[in-house]
């Protein structure tokens, strides 16, 4: 059975589970303008010297944490929100592969935020 299409704040018709084009374009401009003032990888302290150690502690832990897919990220277990000693602190981090990161520690890190 087929659910009925539902009207958009902008007054278009919209089929049911699809988004608007201007709820598209209004998510665009957001994300665009919360990205403007965002510091940069580097500013962040993701330069050089932490490739490196993403690097170096990918070669020793190869395994996601979560599922024990093949990692391709390295987390901070607990969040460092700028703290540099627990942003260095390798017993803080975790690999983990890139659906994982992206689906179930993101999920966490938004409720406890």
Request: net charge positive.
């Amino acid at each position: 059975m087929s659910r009925p299409p539902r009207l958009c704040s902008c007054g278009r018709v919209v089929p049911h589970g699809t988004r608007c084009a201007c709820q598209i374009a209004s998510t665009r401009a957001r994300n665009a303008r919360h990205d403007a003032k965002r510091p940069t990888a580097t500013q962040r302290g993701y330069g050089g010297e932490w490739r490196a150690a993403r690097a170096d502690h990918l070669a020793r832990h190869p395994c996601c944490t979560l599922c024990s897919a093949p990692a391709t990220v390295v987390d901070h277990i607990i969040p460092h929100r700028g703290d540099k000693a627990l942003f260095w602190d390798r017993s803080n981090w975790q690999s983990l592969c890139t659906p994982c990161h992206n689906r179930h520690k993101q999920r966490v890190e938004r409720a406890t935020s």
